[in-house]
């Protein structure tokens, strides 16, 4: 497996910006969690960072908790076909 190269190190980004929603939004899935570190290359310093960020940003309402893309039919909770 090849390893890939940290953006942020790439790009020599010491600190994580929680307002850099399109830097962020590379980081989460469709489904809006936080993608892990083999997905996304990110070392472990700044994946760290990353989940920081991530939560600080869903707390400005920069980041949704929940993404709205998904199975459009809604299932009722605990409702299973
Ligand atoms: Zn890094």
Redesign the pocket.
């Known amino acids: 497996m090849r390893r890939k190269s940290?953006?942020?190190?790439?790009d020599k980004?010491r600190e994580v910006d929680y307002k850099d929603v399109n830097q962020l939004r590379r980081y989460i899935s469709e489904r809006g969690k936080i993608r892990a570190p083999r997905m996304t290359g990110?070392?472990?310093?700044?994946?760290r960072q990353v989940a920081v960020a991530i939560k600080r940003a869903r707390e400005m309402a920069l980041l949704p908790y929940v993404a709205e893309a998904g199975p459009p039919s809604r299932s009722r909770s605990g409702d299973r076909s």
Not at 6 to 10: E, N, S, V
Not at 42 to 47: D, E, F, P, S, T
């Open positions: 940290c953006f942020f190190c790439k980004v990110a070392c472990r310093r700044h994946q």
